[in-house]
């Protein structure tokens, strides 16, 4: 699947996809990659997709 699809599992460990993320970031307008993991409990498990979801918030925020 495309890593720009919304629906791109982002977090496989917690199966969050791409589009949750991107709805919480312009909901809450928040870019702290530790607030975004607490909130939708991503990155916390084996850290894989942080640098994903920094790439989301650059993209949405740019």
Known sequence: MDK???EYEVCPCRHVSRG???D???ETK???LK???EKLN???KCGGCRET???I???IMA
């Open 4 to 6: 720009k699809s919304r």
């Open 20 to 22: 949750q993320i991107e």
């Open 24 to 26: 919480f970031i312009r």
């Open 30 to 32: 928040t870019t702290d």
């Open 35 to 37: 607030e975004i993991c």
């Open 42 to 44: 991503v990155g916390n």
């Open 53 to 55: 979801i920094l790439q």
């Open 57 to 59: 918030v650059d993209e």
